[in-house]
């Protein structure tokens, strides 16, 4: 796709997420690949920068606020899922099948003891596929 025609759908793509998300998907360019399964539930959000894409069957839950960066890539059959905030800095590619996490569901006999921190991926990141990133992890910029 050239780059004009890309600007345009990423535009047309931004309006309809945000119409169908009641607000809470915001961004101004990027594109999501359908079958994707977006869901924010009450108080999460979702905050997409420019330019990104996200690749066929991702899941992205937002119960928490999710930032995505600028140029951001998010590869085929990737999960993000958000009790706490998730930072996802500028220029980052995310390979395909990354789990990305911010809850611990603590010991396998007691599932009441769940606890959420926030995760931080720094700018110019790159993610191997398979990777899984767990609560509380912050990443620094160019790793």
């Known amino acids: 796709m050239n780059k004009p025609l890309r600007k345009v759908f990423g535009v047309v793509c931004a309006f309809a997420w945000r119409l169908t998300s009641f607000g809470r998907c915001v961004g101004v360019e990027f594109i999501i ?15 997409i920068g420019k330019s990104t894409f996200i690749d066929i069957h991702a899941r992205i839950v937002a119960q928490g606020i999710i930032t995505i960066g600028d140029a951001v890539y998010v590869g085929k059959n990737s999960t993000i899922v958000s009790l706490d905030s998730v930072l996802i800095g500028d220029r980052t590619l995310i390979g395909e099948n990354v789990s990305i996490h911010t809850e611990n569901h603590g010991p396998a006999t007691d599932r009441q003891q769940m606890k959420s921190l926030p995760i931080e991926i720094g700018r110019d990141v790159w993610i191997g596929a398979g990777a899984v990133i767990l609560s509380g992890v912050s990443i620094g910029e160019g790793a």
């Open 33 to 47: 690949r359908k079958p994707t399964l977006l869901r924010m539930a009450r108080g999460g959000s979702l905050v």
